[in-house]
């Protein structure tokens, strides 16, 4: 490789990099805003085993993190626009929806100058969305705990040191 490949190769990484960072500091900002509407949400629901409830609060939790995920095809879109990749907006968020997702349609390609961004950005995608499926899984698993919690707590109406009836 000669040194103007070498510079070509280290800017297409470097620039691959930076987007993927961006995208992992938008990602935590989705999750960020995602747990804190779980935590500061009405919990009486849940503690009823209320269905409908738990299926309101995880189409939200997944709507805050695939906002997040739009921002992230936004992002590469927009370097690949800045770049001079695609001339087109729409053209660029949809090849980057591909490779984000891990298609590889292959519909559209990338100049070879430029191809090394396609698999940085797949293993970007591949990164956050199992990133959003491990959130997603916890949310679940809160639920599943505050319902076994209060399955297993004991009764508050009885007197401090009074036996259950029957005992």
Same mark, same amino acid.
């Given at each position: 490789?000669?040194? !103007? &490949?070498?510079?070509?190769?280290?800017?297409?990484?470097?620039?691959?990099?930076?987007?993927?960072?961006?995208?992992?500091?938008?990602?935590?900002?989705?999750?960020?805003?995602?747990? /804190?509407?779980?935590?500061?949400?009405?919990?009486?629901?849940?503690?009823?085993?209320?269905?409908? !409830?738990?299926?309101?609060?995880?189409? $939200?939790? $997944?709507? *805050?993190?695939?906002?997040?995920?739009?921002?992230? *095809? /936004?992002?590469?879109?927009?370097?690949?626009?800045?770049?001079?990749?695609?001339?087109?907006?729409?053209? &660029?968020?949809?090849?980057?929806?591909?490779?984000?997702?891990?298609? +590889?349609?292959?519909?559209?390609?990338?100049? #070879?100058?430029?191809?090394? =961004?396609? %698999?940085?950005? &797949? /293993?970007?995608?591949?990164?956050? =969305? +199992?990133?959003?499926? +491990?959130?997603?899984?916890?949310?679940?698993?809160?639920?599943?705990? !505050?319902?076994?919690? !209060?399955?297993?707590? %004991? #009764?508050?109406?009885? /007197? %401090?040191?009074?036996? %259950? #009836? +029957?005992?």
């Amino acid at each position: 490789m000669t040194g !103007h &490949a070498w510079g070509e190769f280290a800017l297409t990484l470097t620039l691959g990099s930076s987007v993927t960072l961006i995208n992992l500091a938008i990602q935590l900002w989705a999750i960020k805003h995602m747990l /804190a509407y779980v935590r500061h949400r009405d919990n009486s629901d849940l503690l009823d085993g209320n269905r409908r !409830h738990e299926i309101k609060v995880l189409a $939200i939790c $997944i709507g *805050f993190l695939f906002l997040g995920h739009l921002l992230q *095809f /936004a992002s590469w879109a927009t370097l690949f626009l800045a770049i001079g990749e695609f001339q087109s907006a729409s053209v &660029a968020f949809y090849h980057s929806a591909v490779n984000f997702t891990s298609l +590889g349609y292959g519909d559209i390609v990338m100049s #070879p100058r430029w191809r090394l =961004l396609g %698999p940085l950005e &797949a /293993a970007n995608g591949v990164l956050m =969305l +199992g990133l959003t499926a +491990g959130v997603v899984l916890s949310v679940m698993s809160e639920f599943k705990s !505050h319902q076994t919690q !209060h399955v297993f707590d %004991p #009764p508050q109406s009885r /007197a %401090p040191g009074e036996q %259950p #009836p +029957g005992q």
